[in-house]
């Protein structure tokens, strides 16, 4: 699933290719996929782009919000006047658009296209009323680089008994964090997967913090993490993949060179990534 540094690559993409585009029409290929009333949005102009942990708000400039969340395996892939020249996609799929995956297409009136594809069928764009995004955005616990600060995730770890990975993936704790960057955090900070998260010390909490606001700066250093369906804008692959540290690393040696093994385990139903040598 996308997570915040993938959904973040998106916001920074699409905010240079679509604000101020009006949209022209919707075509909707599968109704699971578009929640409301499309002419709502029709003739209306973009006119910001935000994100809440890993969901995308696109305001118009009537009001109303498109709100769009990739879930397992969505993707918005642009095409248009501000594509690069010479793209280099990799998935064939994307070399023809729409493909069998588009579930909904925004045609904007420069003739510009965003395609919404999404192979699970579990992602959905919706119409809301702007003053509503509240309303999507409520379960969210508090986000790194916004209104998570030290203070608060120590609180988040103190008040739980589950292990520390589970509640850093925990959306209603901190939003926007995933598997692959809890695993990569945990590695950095040397902290087991099963630690109880309040069994860890004041000192390692603010470690713990700081390397997960690392990997997440990282991540979308790097463009974002295209192991499964995750593409950018234009259809092209991240690279955090090339940088991981643990995650889908099992049997491989640690990469502090410890002398260990990637040990993989599973943790709410995750694969669980970790040197049993570093993290103890």
């Known amino acids: 699933m996308p997570e915040l540094p993938e959904v973040e690559t998106l916001r920074l993409q699409l905010s240079n290719l679509i604000i101020g585009q009006t949209i022209k029409d919707i075509k909707i290929f599968k109704n699971k996929s578009f929640i409301g009333d499309p002419h709502l949005a029709i003739g209306a102009k973009i006119k910001d782009i935000r994100r809440f942990a890993k969901i995308l708000i696109l305001d118009l400039s009537n009001d109303f919000s498109l709100a769009i969340h990739l879930k397992l395996s969505g993707q918005l892939i642009y095409r248009g006047s501000k594509q ?86 925990d959306q209603e704790k901190i939003a926007g964090v995933g598997n692959i960057y809890a695993n990569d955090a945990l590695f950095l ?53 090339e940088h991981f540290l643990v995650y889908g690393k099992e049997g491989e040696n640690c990469p502090d ?12 139903g995750r694969g669980t990534f970790f040197c049993p040598r570093c993290q103890r």
């Open 84 to 169: 690069p020249k010479k793209l280099e996609v990799s998935d064939p799929l994307l070399h023809t658009l729409p493909n069998k995956h588009t579930r909904v297409i925004i045609n904007f009136a420069s003739g510009d296209i965003l395609y919404f594809n999404d192979l699970r069928i579990f992602g959905w764009v919706k119409v809301i009323k702007s003053t509503n995004v509240k309303d999507v955005i409520k379960h969210l616990g508090p986000e790194p680089f916004k209104d998570l600060t030290l203070a608060k995730f120590r609180e988040i770890l103190q008040s739980s008994k589950k292990p520390v990975k589970l509640v850093l993936m």
């Open 189 to 241: 900070a040397r902290i087991h997967p099963k630690t109880p998260a309040n069994k860890i010390s004041e000192k390692t909490a603010e470690l713990l913090y700081l390397k997960l606001l690392k990997v997440l700066k990282d991540g979308i250093k790097w463009g974002g993490a295209s192991e499964n369906n995750f593409r950018d804008a234009f259809g092209r692959m991240g690279k955090v993949q």
């Open 257 to 268: 060179g410890c002398g260990g093994k990637i040990k993989r385990i599973s943790l709410g």
